[in-house]
């Protein structure tokens, strides 16, 4: 097990925006530098048990599981859910099926676009409040539509339960860099995508078996108990991790000038505390004082409070627009495209798969959701894959480099995904059309559900490492232009399929994602020049953050 020392050394310390590149092992003892740098405040996540801090990560997971259970479950009883709407089958009938799939597809474009409006309230007010309001309208929510009697009632709940579900996608990874050092993280933030994905699978197989003796209204209700539940975990376990973590401000575009974290500790050096007392400590640098305030640690009881303060001067609209504007930045683009290929096709396969197996196979709707079983064993591989292998490939590049981190010492991982993702796709596809045996196609379910966790993870923590003080924005970017994608692939899929075949649809599927995938090659090698160079362009300069958002990252 590698040494850990949570001292950095003082010239190696850069104050403010570093663009991921960090000194993360010791110069002369080779150990691991703990960043960010733990304060003395007791309150501050970094300084909880590591028991605590993996509980967390687990129930905000299990969170992002649920947020999925019913986004995708559903649709195994789709065929159930039209009957009881609109009556039995008629000459109209897939006109109706037609209009039912919106129940889907407008949650699906609601849980990413939602978090537009979601994380600048995450940022500026805490995640704990976020948490405990998106929950508590989701519960209510499945519950809404597990008794709506009326076509634009549950279109209605269906929406709204999108709108409020999809916070746990962009809260989940916030939480997970509020409470993990760099060198942890990328195997939690894998158990997080894994759970996305996860949630895709584990509601489609629940739901297939719920519809066998129960209707399709069980599969809310079972639903509103389970996440019922988990919302009380959180209110009751959860508590605030949002931290205000002081770092001297530093332009973020004098990091593209080519200076070195050496170099620039030379201008902002960051002192050891020069005076502490029960209740502050002093900071001092060449140019300014900073008095820290150390308040006692919250009981259990303070720990409850729904709202703990501001955590920021950034404006609300400023937090807003920035998620669209990131998308200029290539690395950013990239790492969505990569998210919305994976998912996005994952969605083709959920919105077609029911279709498919029963006119191919005869498989009834609960035998067709038996068959993602093989995405929930793809996905739980994925956790290894995206987050371990990930981890240590980045850690090796790392001791060659003389300690130094830059983010894009994990993407060589990248391979696997590259791989398994096309893989998938052509093994959905070609056995489909080709009628070959049922495990073909649900070996293609595990293929690009293992790629979702392993490939995704990868490009995620990726951005995430690269643009800390905006994270929580970046994260928006990817998961609203996924959902976006998915949104436009859930109507185009059955009438491509329908005018191409599936081997050739899907076909191209995985070639799309076999180029976007390959663009890893490009980052590794050009991925720092152009994250310092974009950094300056004037875009960013308007929707620059404020220094209060920096973490010493």
Known sequence: MAEITAERSLEEVSNGTTLGHLRLRHLETNEIILIPTPSKDPSDPLNWSKACRVYLALLVSLAMFFCNFLAAGPTVAIVNITQDFFGPPGPTFAK??????????????????????????????GRRPVYIVTFTCYTAMAAWCGGATSYASELAGRILLGL?????????????????FVHERGTFMAIYTAALSAGVSGGIILSGLITINLSWRYIYWIATALIGALTILVVFTMPETAFNRYTAPVDPIAAGT?????????????????QTTATKIETASEDQTVIQEIKPKHSYLQALH??????????????????IVLLSLPPVLWATLVMSVTIGFLVAISSNFDSAFSSTY????????????????????????????????ADFF?????????????????????VAAPLGLLLYG??????????????????????????TNVSLTYIVDSYRPIAGETIVTQLAFKSCFGFLLSFYTNPWVDESGYSHAFGTMAGISAVIQVLWILFFFYGKSIRHMTIGWKVMRYVGWDPDREVGE
Not at 258 to 263: A, F, H, I, R
Not at 308 to 323: E, N
Request: aromatic fraction near 12%; glycine fraction near 12%; hydrophobic fraction near 40%.
């Open 96 to 125: 109706h099926i037609a209009k039912v799939a919106y129940f889907f597809t407008t949650t699906s474009l609601l849980q990413g676009t939602g978090n537009l409006i979601w994380m600048p309230l995450l940022i500026k007010y």
């Open 430 to 455: 070609v056995g489909i059309n080709n009628k070959l045996h049922w495990m073909v196609p649900t070996l293609g379910l595990g293929f690009l559900s293992f790629a979702v966790a392993q490939a």
């Open 306 to 323: 729904l709202v703990h303060g501001t955590y920021t001067q950034d404006s609300l609209l400023k937090m807003f627009l920035r998620p």
């Open 258 to 274: 080519g200076l070195t974290k050496e170099t620039n500790s030379e201008d902002h050096e960051l002192a050891k505390p020069t």
């Open 398 to 418: 790392t001791r060659r480099n003389g300690g130094i981190r830059e983010p894009e010492m994990r993407l060589p991982t990248m391979t696997i995904g590259l």
């Open 164 to 180: 409020f579900a999809g916070a746990g996608e962009c809260i989940g990874p916030v939480t997970i860099t509020d409470i993990f």
């Open 362 to 393: 005869g498989f009834l709707p609960y035998q067709s959701g038996l068959c993602f079983i093989s995405g929930f064993v793809g996905t739980m591989l994925g956790i290894f894959f995206g987050g371990n292998v990930s981890d240590y490939v």
